[in-house]
């Protein structure tokens, strides 16, 4: 019986089929491949910041005291606070600090930051001290202002979050004390639906 719909001799052999599963266990190789690429390099990446903000520590705790120990110590704090601030906006509830862009607010903290951190840098390679602390007097304010400012922002965040997460376990209560609701007016009508 021969007609329009009837399969031709043919039509699903083995091969096609053993193709499109190898297909398919490739494409899902390459992108398991592919998360864990990203995965690994983010912690890879986190992992050197952490060491190199450890390695800034050592360093400024090896140098004697004087400015560009300061300037040293300051520049490690300046990271620390700037890779804190960043992990906390990755983790922003939709990205938003309140109602400020954490995309946006970032990159202004990082330019600001990274300008910062090349004038301590400077400051540690000036060879007379009285220069280092007449540089640091003018640098030092507004790094920690800086700092205080990344600081007000991670702490937005968490009110944010907390205000957030009041409201919807508001709701949640709200929406569970209707169903009981519900279920009382239900037994107490003897278990009859009534529209």
């Not at 920690?144 to 937005?156: F, G, I, K």
């Not at 007016?185 to 529209?195: A, E, F, P, T, V």
């Amino acid at each position: 019986m021969s007609g329009p719909l009837s399969p031709t001799p043919g039509t699903y052999d083995r091969p096609v089929l053993k193709v499109d599963i190898a297909l398919v266990v490739v494409v899902l190789a390459l992108v398991v491949t592919f998360l864990l690429a990203r995965s690994t390099a983010r912690w890879t990446a986190r992992q050197v910041a952490v060491a190199a903000e450890r390695v800034a520590d050592v360093r400024g705790r090896l140098l004697p005291p004087g400015p560009r120990r300061d300037a040293v110590g300051l520049r490690a704090a300046l990271e620390a606070e700037m890779r804190a601030t960043r992990d906390m906006m990755r983790s922003a509830p939709q990205e938003l600090v309140f109602r400020a862009d954490a995309a946006a607010l970032m990159h202004d903290l990082d330019e600001m930051a990274e300008s910062l951190r090349g004038e301590l840098a400077g400051i540690e390679a000036f060879r007379d001290s009285a220069q280092q602390r007449a540089a640091l007097a003018v640098v030092r304010p507004q790094i920690e202002q800086l700092v205080e400012t990344t600081y007000r922002a991670r702490q937005t965040i968490v009110r944010t979050s907390a205000e957030d997460r009041d409201r919807q376990l508001q709701r949640l209560r709200a929406g569970v004390d209707q169903q009981a609701a519900a279920l009382e007016l239900y037994r107490n009508d003897g278990g009859q639906l009534s529209l």
